[in-house]
């Protein structure tokens, strides 16, 4: 299990895990079961939770839009987590074109995209425009 605990402080995928585990046991796992092993004994979760960052109640089918993920990419490199070399990449760019166009990120769940990018504006503190408290 030392070995599992390794793997998974080192960032392996779950998917890179069962099929090492495979490889080197011959024992077929999956992935939640290393994710519910990864809970049981306290590891630190691979999601970064970002209520600042992502404060909407983001509906299913925008689940996957690209700004999202840059936005939980974010989250994730504010709260000290390593990225893969790709995503590395993609988060970069991302926040190199946001920088440079003085952009923000606006949700509008009653839109069939979902995410945009907008020009900030004065009330913008952050890389999102926040919604509006009631």
Not at 15 to 27: G, L
Not at 61 to 90: I, N, P, S, V, W
Not at 108 to 119: A, K, N, Q
């Amino acid at each position: 299990m030392q070995e599992v605990i390794r793997w998974i402080e080192e960032g392996k995928t779950y998917n890179w895990i069962v099929a090492e585990y495979q490889r080197k046991y011959n024992i077929e796992t999956s992935q939640s079961m290393w994710a519910s092993f990864r809970s049981r004994r306290g590891l630190k979760p691979r999601i970064a939770r970002d209520p600042e960052l992502i404060p909407w109640k983001v509906k299913e089918e925008h689940q996957f839009r690209y700004d999202l993920a840059m936005l939980r990419l974010e989250a994730r490199k504010r709260q000290g987590y390593e990225l893969r070399d790709e995503d590395q990449k993609r988060h970069t760019s991302w926040r190199t074109w946001i920088d440079e166009n003085n952009a923000v990120v606006y949700y509008d769940p009653d839109t069939e995209e979902g995410f945009f990018c907008i020009p900030r504006e004065e009330g913008d503190t952050d890389i999102i425009r926040a919604p509006k408290k009631p």
